[in-house]
């Protein structure tokens, strides 16, 4: 299996795409209709060479190259990590046996319908995100939006391989489904809840790429521990993608922070807005949102699916190997916490092999704190009094043991018209999101910015802030 990437063909690949003529023809059939679909449902800014980093290998060092390029000739591919000779399954009924380099018969169905799911929110996001481009605070931003855009569209390249590859006639229909749903869509929606949000303005892109693209990490490494070697190698190389989105979320809604904080000083007030600041407790009710909706991602908290997944070895947990029991869980207990009608908490413990939606959701709220953590820290340098908090995780919740109940972020069980009362405190009202919106104008002059963001402490790939990261038309 080679480690360089083959970039001579019409579709870049490591996966000695050449000698299997009938999958190359059938993926090059695929090929313009996802050109189609990128021009039609892909970024809306045109512009003329981009600074991006393409996969120049698969390795460990200097995978990546960096240079201008127009969007759409960007090389989408095919980019396995290297097989481990030997690799044996991990967890579940099989483990130690050799994992599979074929679909098993009876798992046909189950690892299809996650590598589907998998494979819709990719294209789902770059559909959110079609018009930020024509309102990017400052070039360098412009330029990570493209970069996750076209990481993302790779990413539904490496879901749609695995279909073509192994999952016949049926596998090539989902592949054509994938580009037919759309975000949003009334008719044909994305499979997930939160890919059929809106990502309106600037401060929601940060945070999906905190709180959504999170989410899309700890399911990837999940998915790297699958006993299908192909999907596993998939789900490795996409994760290092994902380490470049979690940077723009992370560093995104610090800089916004940043500014903000700045703002509260040189005025000394908590209002902001006026002055052309994002105030704090709009940005928590950011928090609030993308926070919940994402948590809603992972399922619910009781899942006889995840279980099963999990017995049969088709999805793992977050660092299974890691983990210091015996992989199989089968006299394993956890403990989950619900709300019951007289408005208290009650704890039941139940068999761990049932809870591990919830398990990888405990993973991915920890991973959450530490941003808020770093949140605060910049507001503590500025000697602000105020702190950001993730709300409790019943807040607001769509699916799992907490849907159709009200919860506080404090995680007080309260009836409908209190949660009525509440609620634009904690979510962004509709006048929340038009002040938001109102500073989203498009800055795109080198080394400029908008009011309401700070500019960042380092350039892409060493290259100062000011550098040409955008070639307009
Ligand atoms: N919305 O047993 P349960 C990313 C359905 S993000 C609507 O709890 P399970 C990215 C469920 O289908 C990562 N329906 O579900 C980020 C089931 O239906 P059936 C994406 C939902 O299967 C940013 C029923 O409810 N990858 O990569 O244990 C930018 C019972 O549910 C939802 C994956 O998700 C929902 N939110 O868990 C770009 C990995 N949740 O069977 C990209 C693959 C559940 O009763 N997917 N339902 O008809 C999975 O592992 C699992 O399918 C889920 C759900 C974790 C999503
Ligand atoms: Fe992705
Ligand atoms: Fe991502």
Same mark, same amino acid.
């Given at each position: 299996?080679?480690?360089?990437?083959?970039?001579?063909?019409?579709?870049?690949?490591?996966?000695?795409?050449?000698?299997?003529?009938?999958?190359?023809?059938?993926?090059?059939?695929?090929?313009?209709?996802?050109?189609?679909?990128?021009?039609?449902?892909?970024?809306?800014?045109?512009?003329?060479?981009?600074?991006?980093?393409? %996969?120049?290998?698969?390795?460990?060092?200097?995978?990546?190259?960096?240079?201008?390029?127009?969007?759409?000739?960007?090389?989408?591919?095919?980019?396995?990590?290297?097989?481990?000779?030997?690799?044996?399954?991990?967890?579940?009924?099989?483990?130690?046996?050799?994992?599979?380099?074929?679909?098993?018969?009876?798992?046909?169905?189950?690892?299809?319908?996650?590598?589907?799911?998998?494979?819709?929110?990719?294209?789902?996001?770059?559909?959110?995100?079609?018009?930020?481009?024509?309102?990017?605070?400052?070039?360098?931003?412009?330029?990570?939006?493209?970069?996750?855009?076209?990481?993302?569209?790779?990413?539904?390249?490496?879901?749609?391989?695995?279909?073509?590859?192994?999952?016949?006639?049926?596998?090539?229909?989902?592949?054509?489904?994938?580009?037919?749903?759309?975000?949003?869509?009334?008719?044909?929606?994305?499979?997930?809840?939160?890919?059929?949000?809106?990502?309106?303005?600037?401060?929601?892109?940060?945070?999906?790429?905190?709180?959504?693209?999170?989410?899309?990490?700890?399911?990837?490494?999940?998915?790297?521990?699958?006993?299908?070697?192909?999907?596993?190698?998939?789900?490795?190389?996409?994760?290092?993608?994902?380490?470049?989105?979690?940077?723009?979320?992370?560093?995104?809604?610090?800089?916004?922070?940043?500014?903000?904080?700045?703002?509260?000083?040189?005025?000394?007030?908590?209002?902001?807005?006026?002055?052309?600041?994002?105030?704090?407790?709009?940005?928590?009710?950011?928090?609030?949102?993308?926070?919940?909706?994402?948590?809603?991602?992972?399922?619910?908290?009781?899942?006889?699916? %995840?279980?099963?997944?999990?017995?049969?070895?088709?999805?793992?947990?977050?660092?299974?190997?890691?983990?210091?029991?015996?992989?199989?869980?089968?006299?394993?207990?956890?403990?989950?916490?619900?709300?019951?009608?007289?408005?208290?908490?009650?704890?039941?413990?139940?068999?761990?092999?049932?809870?591990?939606?919830?398990?990888?959701?405990?993973?991915?709220?920890?991973?959450?704190?530490?941003?808020?953590?770093?949140?605060?820290?910049?507001?503590?340098?500025?000697?602000?009094?105020?702190?950001?908090?993730?709300?409790?995780?019943?807040?607001?919740?769509?699916?799992?043991?907490?849907?159709?109940?009200?919860?506080?972020?404090?995680?007080?069980?309260?009836?409908?018209?209190?949660?009525?009362?509440?609620?634009?405190?904690?979510?962004?009202?509709?006048?929340?999101?038009?002040?938001?919106?109102?500073?989203?104008?498009?800055?795109?002059?080198?080394?400029?910015?908008?009011?309401?963001?700070?500019?960042?402490?380092?350039?892409?790939?060493?290259?100062?802030?000011?550098?040409?990261?955008?070639?307009?038309?």
């Amino acid at each position: 299996m080679p480690d360089k990437i083959d970039y001579d063909t019409k579709i870049p690949n490591n996966v000695e795409l050449s000698s299997d003529r009938r999958l190359q023809r059938a993926l090059e059939g695929w090929q313009p209709k996802f050109m189609s679909w990128w021009g039609e449902m892909g970024p809306a800014l045109e512009t003329n060479g981009v600074y991006l980093r393409t %996969a120049v290998s698969v390795g460990r060092d200097g995978w990546a190259h960096f240079d201008h390029v127009k969007v759409p000739e960007y090389r989408w591919g095919i980019f396995l990590t290297e097989r481990k000779e030997d690799r044996r399954i991990a967890f579940g009924e099989h483990k130690g046996e050799p994992v599979w380099q074929q679909v098993p018969g009876e798992y046909r169905a189950d690892l299809q319908r996650l590598i589907v799911i998998q494979g819709d929110t990719e294209p789902a996001s770059v559909e959110q995100q079609k018009l930020l481009g024509l309102t990017a605070p400052s070039l360098y931003d412009l330029r990570n939006l493209f970069q996750v855009n076209v990481e993302e569209g790779r990413h539904l390249w490496a879901m749609v391989y695995l279909l073509h590859a192994y999952f016949g006639k049926e596998g090539r229909e989902e592949a054509e489904a994938l580009l037919f749903r759309n975000s949003g869509s009334p008719d044909a929606p994305r499979i997930l809840g939160a890919f059929n949000e809106e990502t309106a303005d600037w401060l929601a892109f940060y945070m999906f790429t905190y709180f959504t693209d999170r989410d899309g990490k700890y399911q990837l490494g999940t998915l790297k521990e699958s006993s299908f070697d192909p999907l596993s190698r998939t789900c490795e190389f996409m994760l290092k993608e994902e380490a470049h989105h979690m940077f723009v979320g992370t560093t995104g809604v610090d800089r916004v922070v940043q500014r903000s904080a700045e703002l509260i000083r040189e005025h000394d007030r908590m209002d902001i807005a006026p002055r052309g600041g994002i105030p704090l407790d709009i940005i928590q009710k950011y928090i609030n949102f993308h926070y919940s909706v994402s948590l809603d991602l992972f399922g619910s908290e009781t899942s006889t699916n %995840a279980a099963n997944y999990y017995t049969a070895g088709l999805k793992g947990r977050w660092q299974e190997t890691r983990r210091k029991d015996d992989h199989q869980l089968t006299d394993d207990v956890g403990v989950l916490d619900k709300p019951r009608d007289d408005g208290t908490w009650d704890s039941e413990e139940m068999q761990a092999i049932l809870l591990l939606n919830l398990d990888l959701r405990d993973e991915y709220v920890a991973d959450c704190q530490t941003g808020v953590k770093r949140w605060n820290r910049i507001l503590d340098e500025h000697e602000i009094g105020f702190r950001f908090k993730l709300p409790h995780p019943g807040f607001n919740r769509d699916v799992g043991i907490n849907s159709g109940q009200h919860i506080t972020p404090e995680g007080t069980i309260v009836d409908e018209a209190t949660w009525q009362a509440g609620k634009s405190k904690w979510l962004p009202t509709s006048e929340d999101l038009t002040f938001v919106r109102s500073l989203m104008q498009p800055v795109y002059e080198r080394g400029k910015i908008a009011s309401w963001v700070a500019p960042p402490t380092n350039g892409i790939n060493g290259k100062p802030f000011d550098f040409d990261y955008v070639h307009l038309t």
